[in-house]
């Protein structure tokens, strides 16, 4: 105990005390020793006090000798551990990747091919062994690509591309070009107005008129603004089933000068209209 804390306990002993306390040094000094320590739980109950009130908040405070509190930064909150896994994409069927290689899926594909050669008409030939420049692979062929889960059940909409390499059969020697079917299965993002639809083929673009085939309205860009493509035409079934066909002069994506390109599309834009009705492009 220092002189100022003698001092206050000697002032509280007379304060509480009608009569004064006995001169003896001893008894004062244990008086005041007394009125310290009460002092003392005092401050000890209020700081337990503010400790509580802090932790309730959120804020914990530790309290200074002069009795002032002084934050020391937010309690700590519970820890949390991540699964860097969980935003990954579970491809269906124990496949790696987008692509099915093989099985159901892959054969659903085939079988748009299948169907894409025998709708074409008699003004072209498919060319089976055209290829692309530098990988080789074969121009005509087909690919079924998983495209996403939809609904609270988690269903599967899958897109089906095939592709044929064509020649114009008046003139086989005029280079050779393309003809594509792209089908996307019911629960697509695919808007239902066939001119919102059609210009969406790849990101093509352009300007899209309405056509009248078969009793059903399909929608027609006879000149993308991609000017890798040739011609597309889109139709969407009711029940959710979009068909794109599209056209190019050229046999690959490549870019004008890379293989014998045609000199005009291999369809005029009737034909491709009526090509996108095909029935055994609606699958699923």
Same mark, same amino acid.
């Given at each position: 105990?220092?002189?100022?804390?003698?001092?206050?306990?000697?002032?509280?002993?007379?304060?509480?005390? =009608?009569? *004064?306390?006995?001169?003896?040094?001893? $008894? #004062?000094?244990?008086?005041?020793?007394?009125?310290?320590?009460?002092?003392?739980?005092?401050?000890?109950?209020?700081?337990?006090?503010?400790?509580?009130?802090?932790?309730?908040?959120?804020?914990?405070?530790?309290?200074? *000798?002069?009795?002032? =509190?002084? /934050?020391?930064?937010?309690?700590?909150?519970?820890?949390?551990?991540?699964? /860097?896994?969980?935003?990954?994409?579970?491809?269906?069927?124990?496949?790696?990747?987008?692509?099915?290689?093989?099985?159901?899926?892959?054969? $659903?594909?085939?079988?748009?091919?299948?169907?894409?050669?025998?709708?074409? *008409?008699?003004?072209?030939?498919?060319?089976?062994?055209?290829?692309?420049? %530098?990988?080789?692979?074969?121009? $005509?062929?087909?690919?079924? =690509?998983?495209?996403?889960?939809?609904?609270?059940?988690?269903?599967?909409?899958?897109?089906?591309?095939?592709?044929?390499?064509?020649?114009?059969? =008046?003139?086989?020697?005029?280079?050779?070009?393309?003809?594509?079917?792209?089908?996307?299965?019911?629960?697509?993002?695919?808007?239902?107005?066939?001119?919102?639809? #059609?210009?969406?083929?790849?990101?093509?673009?352009?300007?899209?008129?309405?056509?009248?085939?078969? %009793?059903?309205?399909?929608?027609?860009?006879?000149?993308?603004?991609?000017?890798?493509?040739?011609?597309?035409?889109?139709?969407?079934?009711?029940?959710? $089933?979009?068909?794109?066909?599209?056209?190019?002069?050229?046999?690959?994506?490549?870019?004008?000068?890379?293989?014998?390109?045609?000199?005009? #599309?291999?369809?005029?834009?009737?034909?491709?209209?009526?090509?996108?009705?095909? /029935?055994?492009?609606?699958?699923?």
């Amino acid at each position: 105990m220092n002189e100022q804390e003698l001092r206050d306990g000697l002032r509280e002993i007379m304060a509480v005390s =009608s009569q *004064p306390p006995p001169m003896n040094p001893n $008894t #004062a000094l244990d008086a005041a020793k007394r009125a310290h320590k009460r002092r003392r739980a005092s401050w000890a109950g209020v700081a337990a006090g503010a400790a509580v009130v802090a932790l309730a908040a959120g804020t914990a405070f530790a309290l200074a *000798p002069a009795g002032e =509190s002084l /934050p020391i930064g937010p309690a700590a909150a519970p820890t949390t551990t991540s699964n /860097p896994d969980s935003t990954k994409t579970s491809w269906p069927n124990g496949q790696v990747d987008r692509t099915a290689r093989s099985g159901p899926r892959a054969n $659903t594909a085939d079988g748009v091919l299948t169907a894409l050669k025998a709708a074409l *008409p008699d003004t072209v030939k498919v060319d089976e062994e055209a290829a692309y420049p %530098g990988s080789g692979d074969k121009v $005509t062929g087909s690919q079924a =690509s998983f495209d996403k889960y939809t609904g609270p059940d988690k269903k599967e909409v899958w897109q089906y591309l095939a592709t044929a390499a064509v020649t114009r059969k =008046s003139a086989p020697n005029d280079g050779t070009g393309r003809v594509m079917a792209l089908v996307y299965t019911p629960g697509n993002s695919y808007p239902a107005d066939v001119c919102e639809l #059609a210009p969406r083929f790849w990101g093509a673009g352009g300007a899209c008129q309405t056509m009248v085939v078969q %009793g059903k309205t399909v929608g027609v860009v006879a000149q993308p603004e991609d000017t890798g493509i040739d011609g597309i035409v889109g139709y969407r079934y009711d029940d959710g $089933t979009v068909v794109f066909v599209a056209q190019s002069k050229q046999s690959n994506n490549e870019g004008p000068g890379k293989g014998s390109s045609m000199a005009t #599309a291999p369809l005029t834009v009737d034909q491709l209209a009526a090509l996108v009705l095909t /029935p055994s492009f609606k699958v699923q």
